[in-house]
């Protein structure tokens, strides 16, 4: 079964409005942690943000909010007020407790910021 | 500014070639992981380092796949003999594990090295 299910393989929005980038998990650990990165067309892998599951608030940095849903286990990256720069590749990103450190990755969605 | 950096940055080989990618973590990175991204299969890791010991290497193709840390400056990903279908991006990232945040430590990824086999 997948890990991690990013449903959008591309989405579009306007210059300075507001995107969800959806991210759905699977896990029957108690102990996890949700990772976004970025993935510019130059290659290299950028990380966002990051919300532990037993974080009682929804995890923020700067233009950047996951939308973290457990019940639902779901752990959305909300990009707030988009900009041209923020055109990439996003992956969601999941490490369990019984995983050690390896890090399980989404498919990806591909965000084109329009002018 | 520290960052991973990892060489070549490009490789263009012949099929039953070795191919050596090196790669040097973020100088008191503890943790240093080799992933493979294609468009098929998307990200995947292959091997992880903690303290040059290998925790993991079960994504790692054992018959022509080997990850060393000959020491904690370097840590080498090396094909032999090469295959068409190695063809990929591969990165190499680095992290610091410390006691109490074993779930959160943020990767610091390298730029990659494209390779190419043909």
């Known amino acids: 079964a997948q890990k991690i299910t990013q449903t959008q393989p591309g989405m579009f929005v306007q210059e300075k409005e507001a995107v969800t980038l959806d991210c759905t998990y699977d896990?029957?650990?108690?102990?996890?942690?949700l990772f976004w990165y970025k993935q510019p067309s130059s290659g290299e892998m950028i990380f966002l943000i990051y919300?532990?599951?037993?974080?009682?608030q929804n995890a923020t940095e700067g233009r950047y909010s996951l939308n973290f849903q457990k019940a639902r286990k779901s752990a959305n990256l909300v990009i707030s007020a988009s900009q041209l720069g923020d055109s990439a590749m996003y992956f969601c990103?999941?490490?369990?407790?019984?995983?050690?450190?390896?890090?399980?990755f989404g498919e990806g969605t591909q965000l084109t910021v329009n002018p | 500014d520290a960052r991973v950096t990892q060489t070549p940055r490009h490789k263009v080989t012949e099929m039953g070639q070795e191919v050596t990618m090196r790669c040097q973590p973020i100088?008191?990175?503890?943790?240093v992981f080799w992933y493979r991204q294609t468009m098929m299969q998307g990200l995947e890791l292959l091997a992880y380092?903690?303290?040059?010991?290998?925790?993991?290497d079960s994504g790692m193709p054992k018959d022509r796949f080997s990850a060393e840390m000959p020491d904690a400056t370097l840590a080498t990903l090396k094909i032999q003999p090469s295959e068409p279908r190695d063809s990929a991006v591969y990165f190499c990232?680095?992290?610091?594990?410390?006691?109490?945040?074993?779930?959160?430590?943020?990767?610091?990824f390298g730029p990659g090295t494209r390779l190419t086999v043909t």
């Open positions: 990232a680095s992290g610091l594990v410390v006691l109490q945040r074993t779930f959160f430590y943020e990767q610091y």
């Open positions: 380092f903690r303290n040059r010991a290998p925790l993991d």
């Open positions: 896990t029957s650990d108690p102990s996890y942690g």
């Open positions: 100088l008191g990175h503890n943790t």
């Open positions: 990103a999941m490490r369990e407790e019984t995983s050690g450190s390896r890090l399980t």
């Open positions: 919300q532990g599951s037993y974080d009682q």
